[in-house]
Each structure stands twice: as structure tokens, then as C-alpha cells.
């Protein structure tokens, strides 16, 4: 591998992209405040437009909230597999510059171009043409901004610098002058609870964070996160860009639903969950894979609680995992477990449900089940896989789900399953 300080990576991040790609969609939507939810009657905008950033609506205001802001918003509900589209074009392109191409979310890619971009002259070439072929190929309202830099951290960085559309290169000279005007929250990894241990210690840039001896952080961060935040205060990021079919496989799945109203009845609560885990169970298959620790969760809405209750005005949730002798792959039998670990949970007015499959090996590592029957519902399984695959989600679903509007599969802006996402993608036009 050449030397980390020499490298060239880029950054390539879609601006605004579920409500970008609406707006290619419709073009009575172009110039006009968009916010996108996940369907109608929904309270909470997952991504807003350009046109409605400006008005100070963002990723995670409630639909009351922008309206107050911006009263000519037009809401529209999301259209997941519109986005899935436009993201695995978007991805082929940047990965057409360079195997090492890692899809980092469904809108933003990191490309190594250090031993590629000769073929180009240059890395602004590439960034030019990822920005030209976009519109000509994905579509003419899609823009992306364009971050050049020696590493992965400054790339991103570089990309959020202008937007939409933009271009930026962070060079040894312009890092520090570019992490000094940055907020801590606008690097990459450093959350809101790291934000605020730092702020209780009076570190508020990263001016602030250069000054500290790796003593000090290592005494409050312990040794990973101290040589991280050192790190990152001087722009050092040694980390590879991983193309998608080297990253690791997934240490589990899950699936998490907020509801529209308070489930108030044990059927409709297991109907949901039944359905979560049909998903959570067809993701790990997808991968091959099969897990043997289960994990569920349920939260209820905190105006569900009386005031007499100790837990007045808090949401309350129920916890609890197993962890079983075999491995299982079926939302059947996940689901089984699931009715297990919550076999005394109180079923009130939930508003929250998700699920987790872990602890996940491969499928092809198991012995052969040695009864006909379980034999005969694994052939079962496949078929159906089979099936929804050709037609769609849940052409063909257990019995169960009868009588209730079916949750159906949606794509996170930046997926935790990402080799489940791109399993069928394959990158065709590598220019080396
Ligand atoms: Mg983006």
C-alpha cells in the first residue's frame, strides 16, 4: 500500500437525496420546498429539500414544526425503492473510478484514487465527471458534492464544505484553518454523547482538543477513544476505504418500527413483531447467514401513563435477549423466541418494537437438518425467498400478517447492512 499521507480520496455525497430524487421524479416539485415522510400521516420529515433547508427545516422535524416554518412545504411520502435505484447508479458510477470504491450510505461514497486517477489527469477531473455523468445518467436535477483530500476524515469533511454541488479540496495547508471552523459534531464518529463529555471538560473545537496531551484524553476516554480524538484534532486518519465486497460480514440483524398509534391489544402487538421478524429473518438469510441470540425491545408511549403511575410523563421500555443452543434463520421461529422473552412484559400502548437476530455464522456451516419435516420447511423458505425476490417484498407471507397493513422493508440513509443492501450489486465498468 502507498504511504497514508500521499493518497488521494474523494468524497461524493448526493445533496438532499430523497427529496433530490422526487424532485428528478416530479418536476412540479423542482424549486419548491419538499419534505419526504415515511408516509402519509406521518409526523416526521426524514429528509427535506433544498429549497426547504433553507427555511430551517431538516432531517427530523416534525411535520407541525415545518409547516410552522415553512407553510408552502409540500409533503411527500417516501418511496424507498425509487431511492435503492438512483443510489446503486450512483454507486456504479463512483465505483467505475476505482476498485477501491466503498458505499459508506445509500448517498455517499469514499473512492481511492490514489494508483487510478492518472487515467484521468487528475482528481478535480473525476469529481467533474462523477458531477457531469450524474445528470446525464441518473438524472439532470441530481447534484452531489465533491470532497478531495489525503484521507477519508478531511475527504468527508471537504464534501460538507459547500453544498449542493460543491467541490473542495483540504490540502496539508487549509486542514487546520478548515477543522478550526468546523464544529466537533461535524466530523464523522464524534456523537452527541462525545460532544458532551468534551464539553463538560471546556474542549469546544478543535483548536481546543489540539491542545490537550494524550494523557489527559487517555484518562477520560479511555485508549481507544483518546488516540482517536488526537488523531482527529490534526486531521490523521490512517483508515482504508473497503470495497463493499471486503467488508466484513454483519454481526447481526435487526429490524426497529415506530407506529403510527398506540398498539393497544396483544394481537395487533404480535401481528407487528411477528412481521418485524419475517424481515430480520429474510435480511440474515439474504446474507447467508443464521444467528443464535435474540434480542427485543418495546417501548410505550409516556402520555399512556396515568399520574397516579411512579412513571408519570416517561416512556417506558421493555427489555430482554436469549440466547438459544442452535442457530435458527426463520421469522417463524424468531418470532417464537420473541413471544418467549416477552411472555410477562405488560402489552399496553406500544409505540415502539424492534427485534435482533446476533451472534450470526454462515447458513453452510450447519448440518443438514436430519428430519423430513424441518427439511420440507427449509425447501419452503427458499421457495418463497424465491418468490418475493422476483416479485417483490412479501408476494407470499405467513398467514399471520393477515388483516394488517404490512410493514414494509425500508432503506436507511446509512444502512448497518450494507452487504445485505448491495448483495446483487456488482460493479461492470471498472476501468482497470
Ligand atoms: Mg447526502
Known amino acids: 500500500m502507498s504511504n497514508v499521507n500521499s493518497r488521494i480520496i474523494i468524497h461524493a455525497d448526493l445533496n438532499s437525496f430523497f427529496a433530490t430524487a422526487e424532485q428528478q421524479a416530479n418536476p412540479a416539485l423542482r424549486t419548491k420546498p419538499v419534505g419526504v415522510v415515511k408516509a ?11 429549497e426547504a433547508k433553507k427555511y430551517g427545516v431538516g432531517t427530523g422535524s416534525r411535520t407541525y414544526d415545518a409547516k410552522k416554518l415553512c407553510p ?5 411520502p417516501a418511496d424507498f425503492a425509487k431511492y435503492e435505484y438512483i443510489s446503486r447508479r450512483f454507486i456504479e458510477i463512483c465505483a467505475s473510478y476505482s476498485p477501491l470504491c466503498e458505499a459508506f450510505s445509500l448517498d455517499e461514497c469514499f473512492i481511492d484514487v490514489t494508483e487510478t486517477e492518472k487515467f484521468w489527469g487528475n ?8 458531477k457531469e455523468r450524474l445528470r446525464k445518467e441518473v438524472g439532470d436535477y441530481m447534484t452531489c458534492s465533491v470532497g478531495i483530500s489525503h484521507n477519508r476524515l478531511l475527504a468527508k469533511l471537504a464534501s460538507e464544505q459547500i453544498k449542493p454541488d460543491g467541490l473542495f479540496w483540504i490540502t496539508e495547508d487549509n486542514m487546520l484553518e478548515v477543522l478550526d471552523r468546523s464544529k466537533l459534531t461535524d466530523v464523522c464518529g464524534l456523537g452527541f454523547g462525545l460532544w458532551r463529555r468534551l464539553a463538560l471538560l471546556g474542549i469546544d473545537s ?30 490523521i486518519d490512517e483508515s482504508a476505504v473497503v470495497p463493499i465486497e471486503k467488508i466484513p460480514q454483519a454481526k447481526s440483524v435487526g429490524r426497529t418500527y415506530t407506529t403510527h398509534r398506540l398498539l393497544n391489544n396483544k394481537l395487533e402487538i404480535y401481528k407487528v413483531l411477528r412481521n418485524l421478524c419475517e424481515e430480520a429473518a429474510e435480511k440474515a ?41 442452535r442457530y435458527i434463520d426463520s421469522g417463524r421461529e424468531l418470532f417464537g423466541v420473541c413471544q418467549q422473552i416477552g411472555a410477562e412484559w405488560q402489552l399496553k400502548d406500544v409505540i ?21 419435516a424441518d427439511r420440507k420447511r427449509a425447501c419452503l423458505t427458499s421457495s418463497v425467498d424465491f418468490i418475493n425476490k422476483r416479485y417483490g417484498n412479501y408476494t407470499v407471507f405467513p398467514g399471520q400478517l ?23 450489486f456488482k460493479v461492470t465498468d471498472s476501468p482497470v
Request: contains cysteine; proline residues 4%; aromatic residues 14%.
Open 40 to 50: 402519509r400521516g406521518r409526523s416526521c420529515i426524514i429528509a427535506a429539500s433544498v
Open 72 to 76: 408552502d412545504i409540500i409533503l411527500v
Open 402 to 424: 393477515l388483516g394488517m397493513p404490512i410493514v414494509m422493508p425500508e432503506v436507511t440513509g446509512f444502512f448497518g447492512d450494507r452487504k445485505y443492501r448491495l448483495a446483487d
Open 123 to 130: 482528481a478535480f477531473n473525476i469529481a467533474f465527471d462523477i
Open 285 to 325: 438469510r439474504a446474507m447467508k447467514l443464521c444467528g443464535r441470540y435474540v434480542a427485543f425491545c418495546l417501548r410505550t408511549s409516556p402520555r399512556s401513563w396515568s399520574a397516579k403511575d411512579q412513571n408519570s410523563g416517561e416512556a417506558r421500555s421493555w427489555y430482554g435477549h436469549k440466547t438459544l443452543a
Open 206 to 235: 478543535f483548536s481546543d482538543l489540539r491542545a490537550c496531551k494524550i494523557e489527559f484524553l487517555y484518562k477520560h476516554f479511555g485508549p481507544f477513544w483518546s488516540v482517536h480524538l488526537y488523531n482527529t484534532a490534526r486531521g
Open 352 to 372: 415502539f418494537c424492534g427485534v435482533t437476530l446476533g451472534m450470526l455464522t454462515r447458513s453452510d456451516w450447519q448440518t443438514i437438518p436430519i428430519f423430513k
